[in-house]
Nanobody
Framework: QVQLVESGGGLVQPGGSLRLSCAASGFTFSIYSMSWYRQASGKERELVAT????????YYGASVKGRFTISRDNAKNTVDLQMNSLKPEDTAVYFC?????????WGQGTQVTVSS
């Protein structure tokens, strides 16, 4: 079965950096686009970034463009999110996502807190 396991969250000061990682299993990772979403307390889940199956194209939400970078390693079945210049408004639970056969699959999420 599809499994997505996020790691790398934590507490960081404003202006700091974190790198999230998602380990995928149970499907042919290399043929699917992968995404990171986030959900802040009391808000709807929002798309942060997407990367195509071969890593050739990426998309970023307006609020993170220029600060976050999504990447993938198809040999290791992982997708990462490098987050720089973090702001308090980046505080949220971050989720790894794959859309496979019209269904969304999610990891359990990892908490990112940006606070001084």
């Amino acid at each position: 079965q599809v499994q997505l396991v996020e790691s790398g969250g934590g507490l960081v000061q404003p202006g700091g950096s974190l790198r999230l990682s998602c380990a995928a299993s149970g499907f042919t990772f290399s043929i699917y686009s992968m995404s990171w979403y986030r959900q802040a307390s009391g808000k709807e889940r929002e798309l942060v970034a997407t990367i195509t199956s071969n890593g050739g194209s990426t998309y970023y939400g307006a609020s993170v463009k220029g600060r976050f970078t999504i990447s993938r390693d198809n040999a290791k079945n992982t997708v990462d999110l490098q987050m720089n210049s973090l702001k308090p408004e980046d505080t949220a639970v971050y989720f790894c996502n794959v859309k496979r056969q019209i269904r969304d699959y999610w990891g359990q999420g990892t908490q990112v807190t940006v606070s001084s």
